[in-house]
Each structure stands twice: as structure tokens, then as C-alpha cells.
């Protein structure tokens, strides 16, 4: 029989959720890196026990986390223990260092971003958002950080370098930061063509490649952003997340393009609002997403206490509210964006985890739900492996 696999990002250490193919008992491990926020995990198609894991704290720094026996042990590629202790013997982020490339032989030099007030300020690097593996080799992945930029690995993370065509597209100069920070939070590899790469930037909107990262143009055509100066903007979007089925890797989802981004076209139909984080897609059906709306930019919780998550069947504008298993009254955790996944069994399965700390259950492509665990700290991340 199948097994899963949950992988559980949180404010305070890495935790792995594993049941067998029924998902009606789990088993979840002590916390990884406690005391660490974990801003997300995930495992190689190639090989599911090479786990990437992004280990960071404002304090300490960031350090790239990798597991070869699917969670048991982990290690920092490029860097020995000692090397991650100051002579006080506290920790210090320093390895897999991220560092940007201005180089002029990589093209236009960029060291600058527009801030919050409109003037411009220099490109800092605070945290690694996003690992993702590439599909044929666990060795290369990818890494979102902020400030906004994508790097990537062909060692097994044991060092970085910037895809730098990106930033230094003609549009870098007009990037700035969200409520949250200037993060690339989302990176989906066409499994088609894995040199054609789309990721997401909040705040300044999605871009993809189609020559493996050397050059980008934005895809922004038909989004629409309310408190920008020009709504219909090249750039500048706050893109929370984005989503595709592996059969229609021209089909994306932050409202819909069908034509790998070149326009998009409104879905949000009879949603309570069109605000919300995370969104995903069901393994079989590339016409069945799901999203959890919340009340408001400035009001992180779900309307009216009553946690919901909202399933389409006809690719959006016709939703549907689950609710069975979900608490309907004095809710008010948020859902993240990188907080959301499934597996690919049969039925579906479909997992969150929330502000609150509980990660939710549906063995039945969201019918029915039930929470696997409870009174984790808040959750940042969820991914699902589902393993032979």
C-alpha cells in the first residue's frame, strides 16, 4: 500500500506527518531544527528521501537544510557543524551562502529596488521563501528568496549561484515590497520543457522563462491590483501564489491563463471575496482547484469565524464552500500561502495548516476533513510526498 508524507514548516521547527495509504492514522515526529522558523520543505519527484528545508531566523541567518533518508537525518551541504558555531558556541546562518550577482557579464547590474516610500534601496537578502527540486536530478533545485531573486543549486545545495537575468530584467528597478517583504514565494517547472520556469514576486507580479533563467519577461497581462497607482500595471502585482496541474502546465492559476500567462481572465466568481493565500489543484482532475478565502488584506482570518476552504470543479467562477470537519464558529487563524497541498492517491487528498497551529485532512478530495495534528506552532508550510 502507498504511504504519505506531510512536510510542516512552522514558526518553530520542521515537523513530518507519515500515515499509510488509508490516512486515517499518523504519526507525527519531534520537532527538526527547534526554535526555528522553517519557512518550507520539499522533497525530490527524483528521489522522495532527498528533502530540501529552508532553516532561518532574523537572529542567526539562514541555513539550507538537506535530508537523504527522508527525514531521519539532515545535514548542511557545504558546511560541517563546527563551521555553524561561533567561538561562543551559538548558532550562526552561514552557510550555503546566497549571494547577488551584479556582474556586468551577466548582464544590466542591478543593486537597487524601489522601498516602500518610492525611492530606491539597496537589494538585501533576508531568507530563502521556496526550495524547489528540479524534476530529473535531486541534486539541482531552485531556491526563492527575499529580496526577490531565484537562485539555484546543481550540487545539492552546497552552494548557490543567482539566475541573475531576472533581477536585471528592465523591470527590477520597479520592484518593491509587500505587507510581508519582497519574497519570490513560487516556482513551477514546466514538466514539458523544464527550461521554461514561472515563478511569483510579491509585490511585483509573476515572470517566466523559456531558456532556463537567462531571460525573463513579465506575465502580467490581465491581473488586476487594486491600491497600485496604475491597476493594469507591467509590474507590481501582489501575486500571493500560484498553481498548475503537471498535464496543463500551460493552465496557471492566480485567477486563470491558459496560454502560459501571456493574459489572464478572472475566476473569483461566487467566492465570499478574492482575497486569500494559498491556492492548488486536484492530482487528477486539472479542473478542480481549491483556494481558503479570507475576509480582507487588513483582516487575516475567515469571514464570519467559519474556516472554509472553496472548491471549483469547473476550473473557477462556480465554487463551492467545505465545510464538514472544519470549525464554523470562533475561527480566526489564516492560512498561509505556501500552507496548502496534495497528494496523488486515489481518492485525492488535500491537506492546510493554519496560523493556529492544527494541519487539516481530507482523504476524499475535500469532502470531508479532520485535523491530523493540533497545537503545532503556527504553520508556514505544508508539502505532501506520496511515496510507494
Not at 526555528?36 to 528521501?49: F, L, N, T
Not at 467559519?306 to 464552500?321: D, F, I, K, P
Request: proline content about 7%; glycine content about 10%; charged content about 25%.
Amino acid at each position: 500500500m502507498s504511504k504519505v508524507r506531510v512536510l510542516v514548516g512552522t514558526r518553530k521547527g520542521a515537523f513530518i506527518l507519515t500515515s499509510d495509504g488509508a490516512r486515517k492514522r499518523w504519526r507525527v515526529s519531534r520537532p527538526h531544527f527547534a526554535g526555528w522558523e522553517i519557512y518550507h520543505m520539499k522533497g525530490s519527484a527524483v528521489d522522495p528521501d532527498r528533502i530540501y528545508a529552508s532553516q532561518t531566523s532574523d537572529w542567526f541567518g539562514q541555513i539550507v537544510q538537506r535530508s537523504d533518508d527522508g527525514g531521519k537525518t539532515w545535514n548542511t551541504p557545504g558546511s560541517s557543524a563546527e563551521e555553524l558555531k561561533s567561538p561562543d558556541g551559538m548558532s550562526k546562518g552561514e552557510s550555503n551562502k546566497f549571494v547577488y550577482d551584479a556582474s556586468p557579464e551577466t548582464g544590466k547590474p542591478l543593486t537597487t529596488h524601489q522601498w516602500y516610500d518610492g525611492t530606491q534601496h539597496p537589494w538585501q537578502f533576508k531568507r530563502v521563501w521556496h526550495l524547489e527540486p528540479s524534476l530529473d536530478n535531486p541534486d539541482h533545485v531552485y531556491a526563492g528568496v527575499e529580496d526577490a531573486a531565484l537562485f539555484e543549486s546543481t550540487d545539492g545545495g552546497k552552494s548557490w549561484h543567482e539566475l541573475a537575468g531576472l533581477r536585471g530584467s528592465d523591470t527590477g528597478p520597479k520592484w518593491q515590497p509587500g505587507a510581508g517583504g519582497m519574497c519570490l514565494h513560487t516556482i513551477l517547472i514546466d514538466p514539458s520543457n523544464p527550461k521554461r520556469i514561472s515563478i511569483a514576486i510579491s509585490a511585483a507580479g509573476a515572470f517566466r522563462t523559456d531558456d532556463g533563467g537567462k531571460s525573463w519577461k513579465p506575465i502580467n497581462r490581465g491581473l488586476h491590483s487594486q491600491y497600485i497607482p496604475d491597476p493594469t500595471a507591467e509590474v507590481g502585482h501582489c501575486v500571493h501564489r500560484m498553481a498548475l496541474h503537471p498535464s496543463r502546465p500551460n493552465t496557471l492559476f492566480i485567477m486563470r491563463t491558459d496560454d502560459a500567462g501571456d493574459s489572464w481572465k478572472e475566476v473569483s466568481g461566487n467566492l465570499p471575496t478574492d482575497f486569500g493565500f494559498p491556492i492548488d489543484v486536484h492530482a487528477h482532475e486539472p479542473e478542480t482547484i481549491y483556494v481558503v478565502p479570507i475576509k480582507s488584506d487588513s483582516e487575516h482570518y475567515p469571514l464570519k469565524g467559519r474556516l472554509r476552504v472553496y472548491r471549483s470543479r469547473t476550473g473557477g467562477n462556480e465554487w463551492e464552500a467545505l465545510t464538514k470537519g472544519l470549525p464554523q464558529r470562533n475561527c480566526y487563524v489564516n492560512v498561509l500561502r505556501d500552507a496548502m497541498s496534495v497528494d496523488s492517491l486515489e481518492p485525492c487528498g488535500v491537506y492546510f495548516g493554519t496560523t493556529g497551529g492544527q494541519v487539516y485532512a481530507s482523504a476524499d478530495a475535500g469532502d470531508n476533513w479532520k485535523p491530523i495534528v493540533r497545537d503545532l506552532p503556527a504553520v508556514l508550510s505544508v508539502e505532501v510526498q506520496t511515496l510507494p
